[in-house]
């Protein structure tokens, strides 16, 4: 295989690049591994190299060039270990200090209107603050990665500041207290999708890749599923803590029930995301096929036909009970909730490369997402159209605008996917293309979460 080639791809291309056979053609040619080796690390694909590599020196174990190559390799790789430990000495006081801050707002005396506790307004973006920092200092110190960290800070303080605003001046709409807390109820779900925001883009920056952006969601959903690993150990602390001193018959003051539990949850955030993400890699570039992450992807392939049989069930069901989502509001905010456990099982189950999959199953598992996209696709249209109905029927109120809004941009990005796969032909493309929909699709949740955030106190 011709490196030139190669050396002339973007970046989405290069993750589809052969590098079993092209580290074979260049057995005995140092200069041309180690072009290879240089072009792998500028597109971000140095760890497909390495364990390319690696899997030919196995092959291959008397050959001394690999197998130089392979003492190489195995020596970055206990540099990054360093990094590693490096970024645990700086997430331990940054968790310690989030774990501090939510300590002091969990108090059950600060509330919003309709009772609900500040805190669920203030994790998020605490949370988020912490995670950024974390990345920007325990990665490279460079002036633009500060600069992007503080004006991510900047934004989300400023976004907290004015829900907070609109949800307290009789300027807006929000007049009425069920309005006030219709708002806010709405905020509390839409406040971690701009938390998430502000963390890619310091860890992103303001230009990057399909691969980077999917890198950056697959690591995401790493980081929830290694939390709530951590989250099990804190609750049977936890748990612990309060069975013993029941056992002496003492209560433990409100104030350290506050501390143990969100102060014990304070600490999970940065450990979980220093657990996974190197902040010196960029985020195409990351160790994914290690600890937590091939569990996860394992697990979400696993879910797929599981989620395709429940699915053609669920639709073969519907005839029987049509009007369901039509008249029961319980009913499709279950859809809906539904819709959005699809979409996030759908980035789970995309892989990096084609090459992440043997080739045997590649055909099969590009089959199960574009059929979960069609039947996510079905039942989209259903509750849209269910949703509509209602509008039509009593007005639109802040919740349906909500709801039309997202079941639009989903039914959007669900058919643009089908499209996507139509035009991808029968190699091994159509990943890339479904990474580039993830991107498109990402920076339109946030541009809508913005507009909602924004504009509903002056709307309804």
Do not use: C
């Amino acid at each position: 295989m011709d490196i030139s080639a190669f050396q002339g791809m973007g970046d989405a291309r290069a993750a589809e690049f052969d590098f079993l056979t092209a580290i074979r053609a260049a057995r005995g040619n140092p200069r041309r591994l180690e072009d290879l080796y240089q072009e792998a690390r500028r597109v971000g694909q140095a760890g497909r190299f390495g364990e390319a590599l690696m899997a030919i020196s196995a092959e291959q174990p008397d050959d001394t060039l690999f197998l130089a190559w392979r003492y190489r390799l195995e020596s970055l790789d206990d540099a990054r270990l360093g990094r590693l430990g490096a970024g645990w000495r700086l997430a331990v006081p940054i968790s310690v200090i989030l774990a501090l801050a939510l300590w002091i707002t969990s108090d059950p005396q600060w509330t919003a209107p309709g009772n609900i506790p500040l805190q669920v307004f203030f994790w998020p973006p605490l949370a988020a603050l912490a995670i950024l920092w974390y990345l920007t200092l325990a990665g490279t110190h460079s002036a633009r990665r500060i600069g992007l960290a503080a004006g991510a800070t900047v934004v989300l303080a400023t976004l907290v500041a004015y829900v907070g605003f609109a949800s307290s001046t009789s300027h807006t709409g929000l007049v009425g207290s069920a309005s006030q807390s219709g708002y806010l109820t709405l905020m509390a779900l839409h406040l971690p999708l701009m938390a998430w925001a502000a963390v890619g883009l310091a860890a992103l920056g303001l230009r990057y890749t399909a691969r980077d952006l999917f890198g950056l969601l697959t690591k995401s959903l790493e980081t929830i599923g290694s939390a709530g690993v951590y989250g099990i150990a804190v609750a049977a602390f936890v748990g612990l803590t309060y069975a013993m001193f029941a056992t002496l018959q003492v209560e433990l003051p409100q104030l350290w029930q506050r501390l143990l539990i969100a102060g014990g949850g304070g600490l999970l955030p940065v450990l979980a995301v220093a657990s996974v993400y190197d902040p010196a890699r960029r985020a195409g570039a990351q160790d994914f096929y290690r600890g937590f992450g091939k569990i996860l992807a394992i697990i979400m392939r696993l879910l797929l036909p599981l989620t395709l049989l429940t699915l053609l069930v669920y639709i073969a069901f519907i005839p029987f009970n049509f009007l369901a989502p039509f008249n029961q509001r319980d009913v499709l905010i279950t859809y809906n909730v539904g819709l959005f456990a699809v979409m996030g099982l759908l980035v789970g189950v995309i892989p990096l490369s084609a090459e992440d999959v043997a080739a045997r199953w590649r055909g099969w598992l590009r089959a199960g997402i574009v059929a979960l996209a069609a039947l996510a696709l079905l039942v989209s249209l259903y509750a849209l159209s269910a949703i509509l109905y209602r509008t039509a029927l009593d007005g639109l109120t802040m919740n349906r605008l909500v709801v039309i809004g997202w079941n639009t941009l989903n039914v959007a990005l669900l058919a643009f996917a089908l499209v996507t796969q139509t035009r991808a032909g029968r190699g091994d493309g159509w990943v890339s293309a479904l990474q580039r929909v993830a991107r498109g699709g990402a920076l339109a949740y946030v541009i809508w979460g913005l507009a909602l955030v924004l504009a509903l106190p002056w709307l309804f």
